[in-house]
C-alpha cells in the first residue's frame, strides 16, 4: 500500500516495530510517535501508551501507515487569538474548531473583515477532535457568543459520539458564553475513512447527536453548510475540492450563513432567549 511520502506500509518504523510485537491498536493515539512509544512499550513486555487500548495477537495488525501519516501530516493550521477590529455594536464570539474553521479562506477568516460580529478569541486546529481542542481552548472572557465547530475529526477517526459530545459540553462549560451555536458538520464525499469509517453517514449521525444535546440544554444548533449538501450528505458539485473542506469561493457564503446566525444568538444573548426564540437554558 503506497502512502504518500512512504514508499510502502512496511517501511514506515511504527509498522515495523507494530509488526514484530504484534499489532498494537492505534485508537486514541493522535501520532506516529505516539505508535512507535506504543510499540517499544509492548516489545519490552510493558504496557503500551494509555491513549491506546491494548496490544492484540501477533497477526492481527492494526497499525498502518496511512493512518499514521495522516495524523503526522495533516497541515499545521492553527487558530487562536482575536481576528479582526471591533467596531462599535459588532457582536463578539468565540470559536473553537477543526480545520473547516482554521484553514486558509475558511468562514473564520473571512469573517474578520466583517465589521457586524467580531471573533474575540478561542482555538482551530485542523485534523484535531473535540477533546483535544477543549484540552487547548483558551478562556474568553466578554464573548457573546460560543461557536463550536467539531465533530467530523472525531467521526474521521472513530471515537465514539458520547465522548465527543462530552468534550464538547465540558468546553462549553468552561467557556461560559450566554449563547452558545453548534455547528453541524460539513458535507462528506468520503464514505470511508482510514479509521474504516463511513465518514457520510458518521457525520449525519453526529448531526443528529448535536441536536440531540443542543436541546438538552438550550443551545442552537446552526448548519452552514446547508445549501452546499446535498440530501444523501455528500457535497453539492463544485463546493469542494477534495471532498471534506468547502471551496474559498463557497466559504464565502458560509461566512455569511455564519454571521447571521451569531448577529441573532447575539441579540437573543441580550434578551434571554434562544436564536430560535425559546427561553435558553443554562449550559
Known sequence: M??????????????????????????????????????????????PDERGAGVVPAGTVRVDAERTWELDHTPNQVLTGPLGTAALGAVSFAYAGDSVTARP?????????????????????SGYRAGQVDALMPAVPGADVLVVELGTNDVNQDVPAPHTIAAINALVARDGAPHVLLVDTPPSDHTTSLWGVDRRAGNAAMNRDLASDARHHGWTVVDPFAADRTPDGAYAPGTTLDGIHPTTAANVAIARRFARAIIAAGHAASTGTSADGTTAAGA
Open 2 to 47: 503506497v502512502v504518500p511520502g512512504i514508499a510502502s506500509a512496511a517501511e514506515h518504523p511504527a509498522v515495523v516495530a507494530a509488526a514484530r510485537v504484534g499489532a498494537v491498536v492505534t485508537d486514541g493515539l493522535r501520532s506516529g510517535g505516539d505508535l512507535v512509544r506504543a510499540a517499544d512499550a509492548a516489545r519490552h513486555g510493558g504496557a
Open 105 to 125: 479562506g475558511s468562514w473564520l477568516r473571512d469573517l474578520a473583515s466583517d465589521p457586524a460580529v467580531h471573533a474575540l478569541g478561542g482555538y482551530a486546529h
